[in-house]
């Protein structure tokens, strides 16, 4: 089992910038792939932007350039610097994490940019 916990939203002007946390626990030494998904009201869950033991990134085109993800091995944790910030990244973002064949959602932060 693997134990997600979120930190870091909230609200911020258009230009801002925020940084999420993701902390695992739990069976951590499992996870090989983690990411960070986001919903608007009315909309999916979309990849926002993944990575892969701790090397291998990928973003969704509506990011690349502004969200930067990483991990830190030491602490468990996972981090989503997101700078640059439109009101169309409002969302509720999700941390996720796939560790021994099964996923895991944290359960969720609220990202609000807004004037």
Do not use: H
């Not at 739990?26 to 983690?34: E, K, L, N, R």
């Not at 932007?49 to 091995?73: E, L």
């Amino acid at each position: 089992q693997v134990q997600l916990v979120e930190s870091g939203g909230g609200l911020v002007q258009p230009g801002g910038s925020l940084r999420l946390s993701c902390a695992a626990s739990g069976s951590s030494f499992s996870i090989t792939v983690m990411g960070w998904y986001r919903q608007a009201p009315g909309k999916q869950r979309d990849l926002v932007a993944a990575i892969v033991n701790g090397r291998t990134t990928n973003y969704a085109d509506s990011v690349k350039g502004r969200f930067t993800i990483s991990t830190d091995n030491a602490k468990n944790t996972m981090y989503l610097q997101m700078n640059s910030l439109k009101p169309e990244d409002t969302a509720v973002y999700y941390c996720n994490a796939y560790a021994a064949s099964r996923s895991y959602w944290g359960q969720g932060i609220q990202v609000t940019v807004s004037s």
